[in-house]
């Protein structure tokens, strides 16, 4: 068992401390960070916080306009009470961003936005939904209407959803788009993570075996005891990685304003988003150790360093059919297909992970997945090590010879 820990603790100290491992966890720390501090950094390149001009007569209707601006307008905007001539030359100037020009005539508030560059629907439906309560309210003190008649009359109809069907959930679109934002993110993040690990350990086997520096390795430690202890170094290098970018996002998050974002759009940690989490952790897992054992059972085989990217074609396309389904069923995530491939292992892990963003997945459909997915693990192992022993100091080509040779003894 000495043996096995010795080796263990070579391969994993020997990836950890690789510049490949530091200049990539150093890079995907630093996407992290600048994701969950993205609007800072676009306020830095684009001069600082939004400087808006209002320009209106009428000191009453200005205070009202910047209250409420105040209210829709991103954290730190300041705002100016200008004249309209000094607002188009500071616009021009860029000395403010936009600037709301209000007039008013009689009963009736129009308001006009002067901008540099052309002005977008969302910026002018934010002025709108900013005047029309001020010209309701003069309307109404107008016509002597009560505040309480006024707030009767401002009342909104009420219109709830009600789902009927069999186990639904109600699940609301800001949700949804949190969920589909998560979804993609780590759709991205495992396909990079599960490849780049599968390749890493198909390479050390095949390069040890090329080289021959495994005829000198196996005097003094088993075939099998060498390929697990690689298989478990490179496992602990992946989780070490994941459990950084983990805790630096913790940390991004609890020091940036995103908590502030996610309270300003009504986002809410829902039962769907915790299950989301949850089989995305495991899904990672079993995604992680089976294509690292898969990479193992093909790097084993190759004879030639040149011929390791036909060797690994297999896993490659398995992994790319997988992470598009997932991909192109971003807002389907309940089709008959990835219902079906839910249930595939090799497949499942980016799937089941797509199911989980729905309240329909079903804790049944969760056990079947990773059980079938462990079943597999544990065949891919055996496969690895069999492979291995028997592969380990010939050199015949041929992946389907290679696995014919190995289970004939």
């Known amino acids: 068992m000495s043996k096995f820990w010795a080796t263990f603790s070579l391969t994993y100290m020997n990836k950890i401390k690789s510049r490949a491992f530091i200049i990539m966890t150093v890079i995907i720390a630093l996407l992290i960070i600048g994701g969950a501090n993205a609007n800072k950094i676009i306020d830095m390149f684009s001069g600082g916080p939004d400087k808006i001009g209002i320009v209106s007569d009428n000191q009453q209707v200005y205070q009202l306009v910047k209250s409420q601006s105040e209210k829709i307008e991103d954290k730190g905007t300041k705002f100016q009470h200008v004249s309209e001539r000094q607002a188009i030359k500071d616009v021009k100037n860029e000395k403010l961003d936009k600037a709301y020009i209000i007039k008013t005539k009689g009963k009736q508030i129009d308001g006009e936005i002067v901008s540099k560059d052309s002005v977008s629907d969302e910026t002018k439906q934010k002025l709108e939904s900013i005047l029309t309560p001020i010209q309701t309210q003069a309307i109404a003190k107008s016509v002597n209407l009560s505040p309480k008649d006024l707030q009767a009359l401002q009342q909104q109809s009420k219109v709830t959803a009600k789902a009927v069907g069999k186990d639904a959930k109600q699940l609301s679109e800001q949700d949804k788009v949190a969920n589909i934002i998560i979804l993609y993110a780590g759709i991205m993040l495992m396909f990079f993570i599960i490849l780049n690990y599968a390749n890493q350990v198909a390479m050390e086997v095949a390069t040890e075996k090329t080289s021959r520096v495994i005829e000198m390795v196996i005097t003094s430690i088993s075939p099998i005891q060498h390929i ?35 309270k300003k759009f009504n986002i809410k940690f829902t039962d769907v988003t915790t299950q989301l989490l949850i089989v995305g952790v495991i899904c990672l897992i079993i995604g992680v150790i089976s294509y690292t054992i898969l990479g193992t059972i093909l790097g084993s085989l190759a004879t030639r360093i040149e011929d390791m990217n036909q060797a690994l074609m297999p896993m490659t396309a398995v992994s790319f059919i997988a992470f598009y389904i997932a991909i192109f069923s971003l807002n389907t995530p309940e089709t008959t297909l990835t219902k079906i491939t839910s249930f595939i292992p090799l497949i499942s892990p980016f799937v089941l992970f797509l199911r989980a963003s729905t309240p329909e997945l079903q804790l049944w459909e969760i056990i079947v997945s990773v059980l079938l ?36 003894k």
């Open 228 to 262: 697990l202890a690689k298989i478990t170094a490179i496992i602990a290098v992946a989780f070490t990685q994941i459990l950084i970018f983990v805790v630096i996002g913790a940390i991004s998050i609890y020091l940036s304003d995103l908590r502030d974002i996610v």
């Open 373 to 408: 997915s462990v079943i597999v693990m544990v065949l891919l192992l055996f496969i690895a090590v069999r492979s291995y022993r028997d592969s380990v100091l010939t050199f015949e080509k041929g992946l389907i010879k290679g696995l014919k040779r190995a289970f004939k």
